[in-house]
């Protein structure tokens, strides 16, 4: 007979657990990404480790949550699930990029009949197009475009945008006025 001291509770099943992701996980710097979190039906509190720290309610749930502006090159979420028995973590991490595109011109007067260089060099950039305020978008398969003067009136301003928007430069070309004598 005697007492049976029995075996350990496994309490193993009583353990939050977390589950956190990010969609997407690249942004360009100073834009938001939006985090998807999941706790475990037998979570207590829980919260990311955002700035300030968000508490998630309830905490037996799951949802989604912007990031806010993405101001560092890399930028650690952690979400924590507890209850009285211990808690879980789950992290996700979103890089931040910082295209950026810059035009330079060879010749910013063009004489009837000549023609000028523009050259752009990106960084962090895939596909560029150039269009100029005379109307006409210029091909984007490469980085440099010759231009006619006939392309360009009195002033005419040219725009090299990448990556729909995320980097843009601008530069002016003039043509010399004519003036006829009398």
């Known amino acids: 007979g005697g007492c049976d001291g029995g075996d350990a509770d496994d309490d193993e099943g009583n353990d939050p657990t977390a ?4 969609n997407p996980t690249q942004v360009v710097l ?18 990311i480790n955002t700035s300030p720290v ?3 309610s309830p905490a037996n749930s799951n949802g989604t949550l912007s990031t806010g502006s993405l101001e560092s090159p890399t930028n650690n979420f952690q979400l924590t699930c507890t209850n009285a028995h211990s808690s879980d973590t789950d992290t996700v991490s979103i890089t931040t990029s910082n ?13 009837d009949g000549g023609s000028t260089t523009l050259t752009w060099d990106g960084d962090q950039v895939t596909c ?11 091909s984007a398969g490469t980085d440099a475009l010759n231009i006619p003067s006939e392309d360009i009136t009195t002033q005419t301003t040219f725009t090299v945008t990448c990556d729909g928007g995320t980097a843009t430069d601008t530069e002016i070309v003039n043509t010399p006025v004519d003036i006829d004598e009398f």
């Open 54 to 56: 968000t508490t998630l």
């Open 19 to 22: 589950t956190l992701s990010a």
């Open 30 to 47: 100073g834009n938001a990404s939006t985090l998807t979190w999941d706790c475990s039906v037998n979570t207590t509190s829980a919260s």
């Open 128 to 138: 560029c197009s150039l269009s100029g305020s005379n109307g006409l978008t210029y």
């Open 99 to 111: 295209p950026t595109v810059d035009l330079t011109v060879g010749a910013k007067r063009v004489v």
